[in-house]
């Protein structure tokens, strides 16, 4: 059965065009834990804790993550589908190329890059400031690198930062059954480590906040008047969750490493947005019960972590944050995994400068040049981090890695959009929504416009608008200076070189051993 199943793996990748070159080694349900664990509601809830909290207050948490859950497990259904009939390392710009030629896969190929690119420098880095707490907490002194006060803060945790990225390359060369094994581990963890949260934040704070404060109290600390508190203000704490469920296009980057991808792929990535929300759900409402002195968690930033230090002592604060810690290792190196597949196939149809480095794999069949090439643009993404403001906060840093979500978002529904105006035309693969398309596709692109589009790239303080009299600049929200610079620096780019070049993925297995040579042999065995 597990080599008739391998069979029709590898024959459909070949009619796609392409040779099994990867080690296709993964099961279903690894295939959904790599999703489940780069989505990572230990990551995503505790780091943006602070963005629903001061806009809008408990119920931007009690009542925007379920709603915006719904919207975002609706993307899911639809790329759910096309990964069925699509099963490539490619994924999401692959759909795109198929589906509207290759304009269309360029740009959706280079906004999915740099989103992925994006997420695995910011989870390192927000898993560093997390550690760098926790010795913090335990005044941990090594190496000329003091966690206990406050001098150096910022390259303290970029340090840190540097650690866990080479921590995730070292795992991700030394080969792809061990990640996926890794994976399985990080699903037990972000249960087991939830419910063990939960019951500390139920058992362990002084008091709690009441029923009705978790589900009707309103904060706007954002500075905007309470005129715009429903219209604007609320909308900007939905981006907790649309930040929090993201990266679960990893499980179609993992398809040629998943047997029965074009039925297992699919089931990935919906499932791991739908358990997500439910445990993310669960652990937040434990979070903002344990809220249960408002003014004191906005004084110190709407943070978890003042959430913690003002409901518990200090011994449970550091249990909880360490598990948060371990749970976003597990999320960078996911998704790490994800950004270097995407990496090796979108180079391997001559998208990247210098695709015929990235595209190849080494003896382990792992595309290491590409592990490589995604750490370092990583890095120097992330070298902003080390200035902060006057306040300590790495404005800048958060403008780049802004992108993550946004080019994750605008490569999910350009697919989707494409998927839809084909109409019936288009040939489903074994998981498919029917005739359903023709509601959630244009709930999926009008979802993405409002919430990503408009609101992430709108200014997050009144402070930060720039006509105003108190206006800052260190408040500026320079996301759509980041986001409108990548797509006039790519459109440049596809005007003046690459739409004569770059002509969608490649139409045959002779075409890429031509240019790249074919896989190297399987190790043998020992």
């Known amino acids: 059965m597990s080599t008739t199943i391998q069979d029709r793996d590898e024959q459909r990748l070949a009619e796609m065009g392409y040779k099994q070159e990867l080690s296709r080694s993964w099961s279903g349900f690894q295939n959904f834990a790599i999703s489940f664990t780069i989505i990572s509601v230990l990551a995503g809830c505790f780091t943006t804790y602070y963005q629903a909290w001061n806009n809008g207050g408990p119920i931007a948490i009690s009542w925007g993550w379920p709603l915006i859950s719904v919207f975002i497990l609706i993307i899911a259904f639809c790329m759910s589908e096309l990964v069925s009939a699509f099963p490539t390392a490619g994924g999401i710009y692959w759909w795109a190329s198929k589906l509207g030629g290759p304009a269309w896969g360029w740009f959706t190929g280079w906004f999915n890059l740099l989103g992925l690119i994006g997420i695995v420098a910011s989870v390192d880095y927000f898993a560093g400031q997390f550690l760098s707490v926790v010795l913090g907490l335990y005044k941990v002194d090594i190496f000329g690198l003091n966690f206990g006060d406050s ?61 009705s404060d978790v589900f009707t109290k309103r904060i ?136 015929r480095t990235w595209s190849k794999v080494n003896q382990r069949r792992i595309p290491f040049n590409a592990v490589m090439a995604v750490a370092f643009v990583a890095f120097l993404i992330t070298l902003p981090a080390l200035k902060g403001n006057k306040d300590g906060v790495t404005v800048a840093f958060t403008a780049v890695v802004s992108i993550g979500v946004i080019g994750l978002y605008i490569a999910y529904v350009i697919p989707i959009f494409l998927r839809w105006r084909m109409g019936d035309s288009f040939v489903p693969g074994p998981w498919t929504l029917g005739s359903k398309y023709k509601w959630m596709a244009p709930i999926a692109v009008v979802e993405v416009i409002i919430v990503v589009i408009i609101y992430f790239n709108a200014p997050f303080s009144a402070q930060g608008v720039p006509w105003e009299s108190d206006f800052e600049w260190s408040l500026f929200n320079y996301t759509p200076v980041v986001t409108g610079g990548v797509f006039l620096a790519v459109g440049a780019w596809w005007l003046l070189r690459a739409r004569h070049t770059f002509t969608g993925p490649r139409h045959t297995v002779e075409e890429i051993d031509a240019e790249i040579g074919p896989p190297p042999p399987l190790p043998e065995a020992p």
């Open 151 to 211: 001098v150096h803060q910022l390259r303290e945790v970029f340090v840190l930062f540097v650690l866990f990225l080479i921590a995730h390359v070292t795992l991700n060369i030394r080969g792809s059954h061990l990640v996926a094994r890794l994976n399985g581990i990080s699903v037990f963890w972000h249960v087991a480590g939830v419910a063990a949260i939960v019951l500390v934040l139920i058992f362990a704070p002084h008091d709690h906040a009441s029923f």
């Open 220 to 355: 706007n600390n954002s500075g905007f008047g309470q005129s715009m508190y429903w219209w604007y203000v609320l909308p900007l704490g939905f981006l907790l969750t649309q930040y929090t469920i993201t990266g679960f296009d990893a499980s179609a980057h993992i398809s040629e490493e998943t047997h029965g991808a074009d039925e297992t792929a699919p089931k990935g990535v919906w499932r791991s947005v739908f358990y997500s929300a439910i445990i993310g759900y669960i652990v937040l409402l434990a979070i903002t019960f344990a809220a249960h002195d408002p003014a004191k968690v906005s004084e110190g930033g709407g943070t978890v972590f003042a959430v913690f230090e003002n409901s518990m002592g200090t011994g449970w604060v550091e249990f909880i944050l360490i598990i948060c810690v371990i749970g976003q290792f597990f999320c960078g190196m996911s998704c790490m995994t994800s950004a270097s597949r995407m990496m090796y196939a979108f180079s391997r149809d001559g998208a990247v400068p210098g695709w």
